[in-house]
């Protein structure tokens, strides 16, 4: 950074609504399914009724006949497709449509175009199979699961840290625990729905499709197709929620594709909500043997993490294992193993905060066991053994405001006033249960490019090949631009999600913000060089037509790449090939995480045992605030589904024949809004110029990260009863 290091104050950026609000909240704003096209013909799915075996015969003859029906793709129909590639852009290498085999519950066994969305679907409706079915391997403990051990052998998993002799050390600590914990499957279910529409245009292909990135997005699909990716053009105008699972592609996109191309019109296929639960990934179940060691006044000695990780027989998807939860505490000694455990399913994928919000549930739920252990104050418990190193690399971190945050939210939230006896605190009817937790994301950041135009009259158009998928990107990118050009944010324009702009990473893993900015800051500085030239003395925009003249340029135009340390010299040359590098914070020369302290009130009638959530409340340190409103939209939400994956979300897979039982908004239980009591986001202010020029470290995935076994926590505190496997329903605690 040239400029001087900010105040923590000034590094908190203005609340500014979203640029795109007005055309979002108008219904102006077209999502990928909206765009509108002629001749557009409507594509449905087919999806299995088994979730293992071989299909002997598959009947589309009725389907074909229902009046309206343009086409049925299935078996035999898909020429030289490929199959997908399981790695970032897909989230499977299963090719539904290349053998007769089902894999899982739900599979795609054909896809029908008709001339309406309504015909097509109720020709789909019409199409029977006869299987071969075989007896199916659900989940954990189910006979015929295969376990294998993950470190080094797939992807998101290098390693399992380890440091130092934690059997020993266990042996020798004064106070140890030892526990289980499990969380179940989880379901994305964004707002808006999976969908595909293709269209073919003198051989080249444009595919509109909400993704989490349009270049991870379009190699895939030219792989798939045999086609060259600059043949492919993938526009992501709006996403509607993806938290993942719009991040990498699913088989249906070729197909739609190959149906689009077979009929020579554009196709568009939507997904229903409940193919959506088998079509596209999910959240793996997890499980975890925790074992904590500490002196008899509180410090930590040793920590071993066990988990084990659901996935497809295809695919060797992680989670990510306890790369992030072996450096939280100073543990002394660390002893972390993840297996995968495969099973007859479909291949999970990320979801929010993927590794970080099971294995910290873990960690943070054995942690309270600890502090009863003890005697101890669980808030006390943690800044004891707060560390400035990361204790697996010795590497210090860039920041870490931990205690920080324990220490206002104690105060904001009035802990001081809890008796930390279970079952002590109580309010009528209702018992009252008090519980906190750690949140930590690490800081990624990946490559990315962005150009920045300035125009005569003053405008500012960025343009990056990022995706707004609702966190408000294209806003915190123009106001970068905004702050670093000195124009106002009116006068800039930002346009992303469309392959055809310079490439961007895809939008996970919390990196968007802090790699985009960072693009965007390089470019206009560019810029700002250029103005100084012309005579600007602090390279902002003021007489730009004197600028101009003197430059001799009608506009001025910069590109830049921003590339952050730890990233391969051909780290751009792959991103332009659809290949996000994303540096992860535990691979930066110094640790780099956002932290936060989470605090929630349970209350538990002492009869019928209904569990409510009247209070969350969470301080987050995640350095440069680009917008305090859209950050705090971000750690809301995220709040609010930590409070939903605690006590309402799973998708129930029957154990006899591995089918998703909950596969619509009615049965998968999500929070209302009488569900949600008072939320309260604090944000603490941090400076940190180490991780990125932009200073950002990323909380999309920050919030909904702890607030498990905050609930958890809280749920002990008020009734005595520990729950060590998710979600925590009323049947629970009678
Ligand atoms: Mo996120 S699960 O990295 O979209």
Not at 362 to 383: H, Q
Not at 617 to 635: D, E
Request: glycine content about 8%; some cysteine.
């Amino acid at each position: 950074m040239n400029a001087a290091t900010p105040r923590p104050r000034e590094n908190q950026g203005k609340p500014h609504a979203r640029i795109d609000a007005r055309l979002k909240v108008t219904g102006e704003a077209r999502y990928a399914a909206d765009i509108a096209l002629s001749n557009l013909a409507h594509a449905a799915l087919v999806t299995s009724d088994i979730a293992r075996g071989e299909v002997k015969s598959i009947f589309l003859e009725k389907a074909r006949a229902y009046p309206g029906v343009l086409d049925v793709i299935s078996y035999g129909d898909i020429g030289d497709l490929r199959k997908p590639r399981f790695s970032n852009s897909s989230y499977t290498s299963l090719g539904p449509l290349h053998q007769h085999t089902i894999c899982h519950d739900g599979q795609i066994m054909a896809l029908v175009v008709a001339e309406t969305p309504e015909a097509a679907e109720e020709a789909a409706s019409r199409v029977s199979a006869e299987y071969l079915p075989q007896a199916p391997t659900a989940d954990f403990g189910s006979a015929g699961t295969t376990e294998m051990d993950a470190a080094g052998k797939v992807a998101l998993l290098d390693e399992d840290p380890c440091v130092g002799d934690f059997s020993k050390a266990f042996e020798g600590a004064a106070v140890r625990i030892e526990a289980d914990y499990a969380t179940p499957t989880q379901t994305h279910n964004p707002i808006e729905l999976f969908s595909t529409t293709a269209a073919w245009n003198d051989g080249q292909l444009t595919i509109y499709e909400p993704t989490q990135s349009v270049y991870g997005f379009r190699a895939e699909i030219a792989h798939q197709l045999g086609m060259d990716a600059t043949d492919v053009r993938v526009i992501s105008p709006y996403v509607g929620g993806g938290f993942g699972s719009k991040g990498p592609s699913t088989p249906r996109s070729a197909l739609v594709s190959l149906a689009a191309r077979r009929l020579n019109r554009p196709v568009r296929c939507i997904v229903s909500r409940s193919q959506g639960f088998t079509t596209q990934p999910y959240r793996a179940a997890t499980r975890h043997h925790i074992k904590l060691g500490a002196t008899r006044d509180g410090r930590l000695r040793a920590y071993s993490h066990d988990a084990w990780e659901l996935t497809s027989r295809n695919d060797n998807y992680a989670v990510g294992g306890t790369d992030t939860t072996a450096r939280m505490y100073a543990y002394g000694t660390v002893a972390t193993r993840v297996r995968l455990v495969k099973a007859d399913r479909q291949t999970p994928a990320y979801m929010r905060s993927p590794p970080e919000l099971p294995y910290m549930f873990a960690l943070e739920s054995a942690l309270d066991e600890l502090a009863y252990a003890l005697n101890m104050d669980p808030v006390k418990l943690r800044l004891l053994n707060d560390t400035r190193k990361d204790p697996i690399s010795g590497k210090r971190f860039s920041s870490r405001h931990l205690k920080e945050c324990y220490l206002k939210g104690a105060r904001a939230f009035g802990w001081k006033r809890r008796d930390p006896r279970p079952g002590s605190m109580r309010k009528g009817d209702w018992l009252v249960g008090l519980g906190c937790a750690t949140a930590v994301y690490p800081t990624n950041v990946a490559v990315a490019t962005a150009r920045v135009r300035l125009e005569a009259n003053g405008h500012v158009r960025v343009q990056s090949g990022s995706q707004e998928i609702g966190t408000g990107i294209r806003t915190v990118a123009a106001q970068m631009a905004a702050e670093q050009l000195g124009v106002d944010l009116a006068d800039v324009s930002v346009e992303m999600g469309d392959s055809g702009l310079p490439p961007a990473p895809v939008s996970g893993g919390s990196n968007s913000t802090a790699s985009v900015c960072s693009a965007v800051l390089k470019a206009c500085e560019k810029i700002r060089a250029r103005l100084r030239h012309a005579g600007s003395a602090d390279g902002k925009v003021k007489h730009l037509a004197q600028l101009f003249e003197k430059l001799g340029v009608g506009v001025l135009e910069e590109y830049a790449e921003f590339i952050p340390d730890g990233a391969p010299a051909d780290a751009v040359q792959k991103l332009y090939a659809g290949q996000t590098t994303m540096v992860s914070g535990s691979e930066r020369k110094q640790a780099m995480f956002a932290f936060g302290a989470e605090f929630v009130e349970v209350r538990i009638h002492a009869r019928t045992r209904e569990i409510r959530v009247p209070r969350l409340l969470g301080v987050f340190a995640a350095g440069r605030i680009m917008n305090t409103r859209t950050a705090r939209s971000q750690l809301l939400g995220g709040l609010i589904w930590g409070m939903s994956a605690a006590l309402h979300e799973a998708t129930e897979i029957d154990p006899r024949s591995a089918r998703t039982v909950n596969r619509d908004l009615q049965d998968y239980l999500i929070p209302v809004n009488a569900d949600v009591g008072d939320v309260e986001v604090l944000m603490l202010p941090e400076v940190d110029t180490a991780v990125n020029p932009a200073g950002v470290k990323g909380l999309g995935e920050l919030g909904n990260v702890g607030t498990n076994a905050a609930i958890a926590n809280a749920v002990f505190h008020a009734t005595g009863t520990r729950v060590r496997a998710l979600p925590i329903r009323l049947e629970d605690l009678l």
